[in-house]
């Protein structure tokens, strides 16, 4: 058996990572792997391939401003693809995150369709079967062929043209008939709602959730990080995010965490992310900053007595399943994935926007704690990275018995 995945980027980022520990478990099982990825640096890794130029890649993202569709173009980087996969003869190809920019995944599907090769689409985000956007929040006319969209700009960054319909159409002619495509979704709130898509509806469904290291994210001693921060022995509310905004609208609700701490002005907000420079937060919260040590952020998970999460959406939340992983419980607002792969004892939701109960739920944890331990043992069992990878592989090894 081979496999060959193929994803936007290698090594880094969440799903980045996730594609490196599958290839590195597929290794260690004696089955031969392969990886395609098609933007970042170049590795020299062995059986791991970068198929698009960066300038390449930044010349098909600018033209898609004009043309109105996201995901066509790319016209000699997915030559590249194809001639690699070609030349790599995979029993199973497995897609990820293929967004990026670096391939045409209108023809990369018809392609595998035609050579019927035995595919994995895992769902990290919407955009396959919603054609456009990576979330469509409350919007549903990815039910019915999108078009005439009020966000296009927002969604498709098309400067002129609402592309949305005809986008919708290609992928929609892309996965028909393609009868060898397993969908697997990184949460049950995922899977549930790419059934309903007409573009995946009758295919073969499945739900694999993320895992994480749990040996780098478990209780760990955190003094020295108190007096590091300078924090003292005061509570702490944990907040990790890709990009930090105090903008109302911003997806990822970083406006309620500052709002919070605002109301809490004795409980220090710990705030790890990408942020603007002329962000001024209450005095209660520290921005961190972008973080890419693994060990550090184990740590504040660890030293928090619990995790914030208030995105608008998600698929799934790393930071979730990280912060439990540490001992930590979650407090947080209803998003869709997070809800319905949280450890329930361990974790409150709230309705998006509902500052006053996600206070309580918050204050509550500040009270009386679940035992760290307790915590982290039950979520070792839910989000290992090792669980993730048995799955898939077991998944792999069914395809090909068929």
């Known amino acids: 058996m081979k496999v060959l995945q193929v994803n936007c ?10 594609v490196r520990d599958i290839h590195m478990a597929l290794q260690a099982e004696k089955i031969a792997s392969a990886v395609c990825y098609g933007r970042g ?38 030559n590249r693809l194809i001639s690699r996969i070609q030349k790599e003869r995979p029993d199973v190809v497995h897609l990820h995150c293929i967004n990026g920019y670096f391939v045409n995944i ?63 159409s290609k992928m929609y002619a892309a996965f028909d008939g393609f009868d060898l495509l397993t969908v697997v979704s990184v949460s049950p709130w ?22 994480v290291d749990i040996t780098v994210f478990r209780p760990r001693e955190t003094d020295e990080l108190r007096k590091r921060l300078g924090i003292g022995e005061k509570r702490v509310v944990f907040h990790a995010t890709a990009s930090f905004s105090d903008a109302p609208a911003h997806l990822k609700g970083g406006y309620y965490v500052l709002e919070l701490a605002k109301q809490m002005k004795n409980v220090v907000f710990l705030v790890a992310g990408k942020h603007g420079s002329e962000l001024q937060p209450p005095e209660n919260v520290k921005l961190l900053g972008n973080l890419s040590d693994q060990e550090e952020l184990a740590r504040l998970y660890s030293l928090a007595d619990v995790t914030l999460l208030t995105s608008r959406r998600e698929t799934f939340s790393m930071p979730l399943a990280e912060s439990l992983c540490c001992g930590t419980p979650v407090a947080g607002f209803c998003a869709g994935g997070p ?29 009386e704690a679940p035992a760290k331990d307790a915590i982290a043992e039950k979520a070792r069992n839910s989000y290992s990275k090792e669980e993730m990878c048995r799955e898939y592989i077991k998944l792999y090894r069914d395809l090909c018995e068929r």
């Open 9 to 18: 980027v290698y090594g880094k980022g969440s799903t980045g990572k996730l």
């Open 41 to 78: 640096e170049k590795t020299d890794e062995p059986n791991v391939f970068k198929t698009c130029g960066e300038l390449y890649s930044k010349c098909n993202n600018l033209l898609t401003r004009f043309t109105g569709l996201m995901y066509g173009g790319c016209f000699f980087s997915t």
């Open 106 to 168: 209108y023809r990369l599907l018809a392609w595998l369709k035609k050579q019927r090769i035995k595919t994995v689409l895992t769902l990290h985000a919407e955009f396959p079967y919603t054609a456009n956007c990576g979330h469509a929040l409350e919007c549903e006319r990815w039910k019915t062929g999108c078009g005439s969209c009020p966000r296009f700009r927002q969604e498709t960054k098309s400067l002129l043209l609402d592309r949305t319909h005809r986008s919708w």
């Open 190 to 211: 995922l899977r549930a709602r790419s059934e309903c898509s007409p573009m995946l509806q009758g295919k073969r469904h499945a739900v694999i959730l993320n895992g």
């Open 339 to 367: 809800e319905s792969v949280a450890l329930h004892e361990y974790c409150s939701f709230s309705e998006y926007g509902d500052l006053r109960t996600l206070e309580q739920n918050v204050k509550a944890y500040l009270r």
